[in-house]
Nanobody, 120 residues
Framework: QVQLVESGGGLVQAGGSLRLSCAAS????????MGWYRQAPGKQRELVAT???????NYADSVKGRFSISRENAKNMAYLQMNSLKPEDTAVYYC??????????????WGQGTQVTVSS
């Protein structure tokens, strides 16, 4: 069984910063792509940033230059450093990872989400 748990969300003023963490645990053989997604009230879930096991990154245009994704492969951790936050960044942020478990079965796993609220 594999679990993803996010942490680090909270309330911050516009212009502030937050760092989200995602911890994957359980019967993990290998983790490939990891990513952060977000869903604002009344909107669809959208991609924020992704990172491969080799460190290649991809960002949504709306966060380029403000957010930075990173990972620690040995710890099965992913991070999202969010700077210059704007009220429109307010959303529930989810971590997603493609993981091969110890039974050599590959699947996409999601965390439960962490709320980020940016006040104006």
């Amino acid at each position: 069984q594999v679990q993803l748990v996010e942490s680090g969300g909270g309330l911050v003023q516009a212009g502030g910063s937050l760092r989200l963490s995602c911890a994957a645990s359980g019967s993990i053989f290998r983790s490939s792509a990891m990513g952060w997604y977000r869903q604002a009230p009344g909107k669809q879930r959208e991609l924020v940033a992704t990172i491969t096991s080799g460190g290649s990154t991809n960002y949504a245009d709306s966060v380029k230059g403000r957010f930075s994704i990173s990972r620690e492969n040995a710890k099965n951790m992913a991070y999202l450093q969010m700077n210059s936050l704007k009220p429109e960044d307010t959303a529930v942020y989810y971590c997603k990872s493609r993981i091969m478990d110890t039974y050599l079965t590959t699947g996409d796993y999601w965390g439960q989400g962490t709320q980020v609220t940016v006040s104006s």
